[in-house]
T-cell receptor, first 115, second 112 residues
Framework: NAGVMQNPRHLVRRRGQEARLRCSPM?????VYWYRQLPEEGLKFMVY????????ESGMPKERFSAEFPKEGPSILRIQQVVRGDSAAYFC?????????????FGSGTRLTVV | AQSVTQLDSQVPVFEEAPVELRCNYS??????LFWYVQYPNQGLQLLLK??????LVKGINGFEAEFNKSQTSFHLRKPSVHISDTAEYFC??????????FGAGTILRVKS
C-alpha cells in the first residue's frame, strides 16, 4: 500500500519559469492538503482540496499560485513565474475523510530551488 | 487564531539522557494536539496525538507527551534518547478544522 507520493523530489527552476508539483494521495483518500515549509520555519497551510473542488485556499498567495485535484490523476500545485522567495519544501498530505488533521498522511515533499 | 510556540530551536543532548521538547499553544477553543518528526530530507511522521481523554499520550519510538490545559502546553518527552532520534520535531494544533498550525520546530541533536 503505497503512501502519499510526491514528485519530483527535487525541482530546480530559473526565475520566471513555471513549477508544477504533483501529489498522488494514498489509495482511498479523497482529501488533499498542501503545505509549504520555508527555510527554518514550520509548515504553513496553503490549500485543501477534494476531488474537483477547492475547499479552503486561505493560505495560498493571491498571485501566481494555483492548485487542482482533478477527477482522475494527481493533485497539482502550480507556481507561475517563480521567484527566489518561492524556494521551499512543499508537502502534500492526504486523508480519507475530513479529519481535522489527525488523519493526515504526509508525503516526502518536493524541494523547489529557484535560481 | 491559533498559534504554536516551540520554545527551543535546538536541543543538544547526550545519548541515553532524558529529553523534553517544549510546546505551548494559544487557543480559546478546544484543540487537538500533535507531535511530528522530520528526518533529513524526508516528510513528516506522526509521533503522537492528543484528541481527548487521558492527558498523558504515548507515541511511537518511546516518546510521550502530556497535555496541560491550564498551562496550554503539550511538552514531548523521552526518558532515554538514541542517536537515531536526531531529527527535527514539530508541534502542531488544530481546532478541529482541516488545517494544522505548526510550530517552528525543534532540532534534537543526540551526541554520543
Amino acid at each position: 500500500n503505497a503512501g502519499v507520493m510526491q514528485n519530483p523530489r527535487h525541482l530546480v527552476r530559473r526565475r520566471g519559469q513555471e513549477a508544477r508539483l504533483r501529489c498522488s494521495p494514498m489509495k482511498g483518500h479523497s482529501h488533499v492538503y498542501w503545505y509549504r515549509q520555508l527555510p527554518e520555519e514550520g509548515l504553513k497551510f496553503m490549500v485543501y482540496l477534494q476531488k474537483e473542488n477547492i475547499i479552503d485556499e486561505s493560505g495560498m498567495p493571491k498571485e501566481r499560485f494555483s492548485a487542482e485535484f482533478p477527477k482522475e490523476g494527481p493533485s497539482i500545485l502550480r507556481i507561475q513565474q517563480v521567484v527566489r522567495g518561492d524556494s521551499a519544501a512543499y508537502f502534500c498530505a492526504s486523508s480519507p475523510l475530513e479529519q481535522g488533521g489527525y488523519g493526515y498522511t504526509f508525503g516526502s515533499g518536493t524541494r523547489l530551488t529557484v535560481v | 487564531a491559533q498559534s504554536v510556540t516551540q520554545l527551543d530551536s535546538q536541543v543538544p543532548v547526550f545519548e541515553e539522557a532524558p529529553v523534553e521538547l517544549r510546546c505551548n499553544y494559544s487557543s480559546s477553543v478546544s484543540v487537538y494536539l500533535f507531535w511530528y518528526v522530520q528526518y533529513p530530507n524526508q516528510g513528516l511522521q506522526l509521533l503522537l496525538k492528543y484528541l481527548s481523554g487521558s492527558t498523558l499520550v504515548k507515541g511511537i519510538n518511546g516518546f510521550e507527551a502530556e497535555f496541560n490545559k491550564s498551562q496550554t502546553s503539550f511538552h514531548l518527552r523521552k526518558p532515554s534518547v538514541h542517536i537515531s532520534d536526531t531529527a527535527e520535531y514539530f508541534c502542531a494544533v488544530t481546532p478541529g478544522g482541516n488545517k494544522l498550525v505548526f510550530g517552528a520546530g525543534t532540532i534534537l541533536r543526540v551526541k554520543s
